[in-house]
């Protein structure tokens, strides 16, 4: 599915598919035999070239089970959310991501690349391809959501930069910047938040640079202007508000594994095989639900991303 959206934003009635439309789509896709996330059917703009090549990519390794997740209402997803730059409950983030302001925004990158210096968000986002992703996404506190995200894959930023052949991880940075972000008059994490993948797994068709969802740019408790999605991870891989991209020789060090080294590991793949040191991780609440579901393994992308990890022990690689 795909939405194409003009850089101004500013949608027109034909181009706005809204919350209520969607579930009508998915259906239609459904009769159709379209199955799969990141399904980048081209229902509205028939000469996107991107979504029909993911598709390619992609059809075949698609089961379909995701169609019969419901996606989570646009209010939750605005309003019960972890950023903890605007505090540490999950309605903080609502109440006080006002005062960042999205716009203008500069993106440093530096590092094993060909191309570093300082980056527009339109610099490194191509508009004209955005498309959007229906993914899971499952918090490690276990509760999950289903979030049409519209963005671009990673890989397609990632090319504009030219990474060395050194490069063996991508490294992401959050702003710092108490004024925007009160939270940070509080050392809850040492900021900036840091997140980090291999360059494989940020290559994946899958990771997702978001820049909107549903048929919004991102409000700014959800990370405007621009974020990580990684639909196989835990949702804490997801970096908010992203200020500085580094391509690096070795692992970087991420905020979760400094805070707590025994609970978050660097991988963070979607387990239900291993346990949080606290708590299981074998179910969640998704939202909007009464009960409780089973986790899946990579959280139900596996098809798409097991191979990444072949001969790995994930326990040790949590
Ligand atoms: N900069 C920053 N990014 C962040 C976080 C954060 O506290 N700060 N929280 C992470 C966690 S734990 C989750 S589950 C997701 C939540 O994304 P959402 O609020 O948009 O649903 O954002 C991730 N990205
Ligand atoms: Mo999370």
Known sequence: MLIKIRNSWDLSDNDVTSEAHYKSRRELLKTAGIVGLGTAINLLSPSFSFAQTLKNQLANEYDGRDLTDQQTQLKAILGYNNFYEFGTEKEDPSRNAHSLKPEPWTVSVDGQCENPGTYSVEDLIDFNKLEQRIY????????SMVIPWVGVSLSEVINKLKPKSNAKYIYFETLVDPEQMPGQH?????????????????????????V???????????????????????????????????????????????????????????????????????????????????????????????????????????
């Open 186 to 210: 509080r050392s809850v994490i040492k900021w900036p938040y840091r997140e980090g993948l291999r360059m494989d797994e940020a290559m994946h068709p899958l990771t997702l640079m978001a």
């Open 212 to 318: 909107g969802l549903y048929d919004q740019k991102l409000a700014n408790q959800n990370g405007a202007p621009l974020r990580l999605v990684v639909p196989w991870k835990y949702g804490f891989k997801g970096v908010k508000s992203i200020v500085k991209i580094s391509f690096v020789e070795q692992k970087p060090n991420t905020s979760w594994m400094r805070l707590a080294p025994h609970e978050y590991g660097f991988y963070a793949n979607v387990n239900p095989n291993v346990a949080h040191p606290r708590w299981s991780q074998a179910n969640e609440r998704r939202i909007g639900d009464f009960g409780r579901r089973d986790t899946l393994m990579f959280n139900g992308y596996g098809e798409q991303v097991a191979h990444l990890y072949d001969g790995m022990n994930l326990k040790r690689n949590f």
């Open 136 to 143: 899971r996404m499952r918090c490690v506190e276990a509760w």
